[in-house]
T-cell receptor, first 110, second 113 residues
Framework: SQQGEEDPQALSIQEGENATMNCSYK?????LQWYRQNSGRGLVHLIL?????REKHSGRLRVTLDTSKKSSSLLITASRAADTASYFC??????????FGKGTLLTVNP | DAGVIQSPRHEVTEMGQEVTLRCKPI?????LFWYRQTMMRGLELLIY????????DSGMPEDRFSAKMPNASFSTLKIQPSEPRDSAVYFC???????????FGPGTRLTVL
């Protein structure tokens, strides 16, 4: 069953703008992870946030987690054309295995 | 570290043929995952192993699919007989633990004619 769902499905912005993607999930989690996938490549891990954390930063990435709303957001600041990719959230449920959403396709126009 | 290695990178075969996909996880990782990705269904977990033992194969579509992990450094996913609807990109990933960060291979793009 689908655990994490990203929103929007697609996002197109200009270089230099910020991009925000959201993820909603259904059941309790231990952690939530964000991954990036460039076209034709495998997924690459970006950041992991644990259920007892509310915000985490990594370079130009900022992730928030609201367990009461069962949602997370990924913010990419000062976007670059190289950020063009699909972004997935992944959650671990009671069975501890990760379940991936269908992703947000981000296009950053130069 | 070479990362997760998958072979072949591309496979084109005819319906009814047997297909074997191979994966070498990152050394020291004890969890290995097989995923299938299509436009329609997104990324689906097929099966995962922990310490070479299959833990959850509920995502395996049907009996035509089988996976093995004979040792900590090698796993195979076999489709026999293959069908056109099996066309997809198949990813292998490994991690230190079941819900830890997963490291993905480059994938095998399978086309069944």
């Amino acid at each position: 069953s689908q655990q994490g769902e990203e929103d929007p499905q697609a996002l197109s912005i200009q270089e230099g703008e910020n991009a925000t993607m959201n993820c909603s999930y259904k059941t309790s989690i231990n952690n939530l992870q964000w991954y990036r996938q460039n076209s034709g490549r495998g997924l690459v891990h970006l950041i992991l946030i644990r259920s007892n954390e509310r915000e985490k930063h990594s370079g130009r990435l900022r992730v928030t987690l609201d367990t009461s709303k069962k949602s997370s957001s990924l913010l990419i600041t000062a976007s670059r054309a190289a950020d063009t990719a699909s972004y997935f959230c992944a959650t671990d449920g009671s069975n501890y295995k990760l379940t991936f959403g269908k992703g947000t396709l981000l296009t950053v126009n130069p | 570290d070479a990362g997760v290695i998958q072979s072949p990178r591309h496979e084109v075969t005819e319906m009814g043929q047997e297909v074997t996909l191979r994966c070498k996880p990152i050394s020291g990782h004890n969890s290995l995952f097989w995923y299938r990705q299509t436009m329609m269904r997104g990324l689906e977990l097929l099966i995962y192993f922990n310490n070479n033992v299959p833990i959850d194969d509920s995502g395996m579509p049907e009996d035509r699919f089988s996976a093995k992990m004979p040792n900590a450094s090698f796993s195979t996913l076999k489709i026999q007989p293959s069908e056109p609807r099996d066309s997809a990109v198949y990813f292998c990933a490994s991690s230190s633990g079941t819900s830890d960060t997963q490291y993905f291979g480059p994938g095998t793009r399978l086309t069944v004619l």
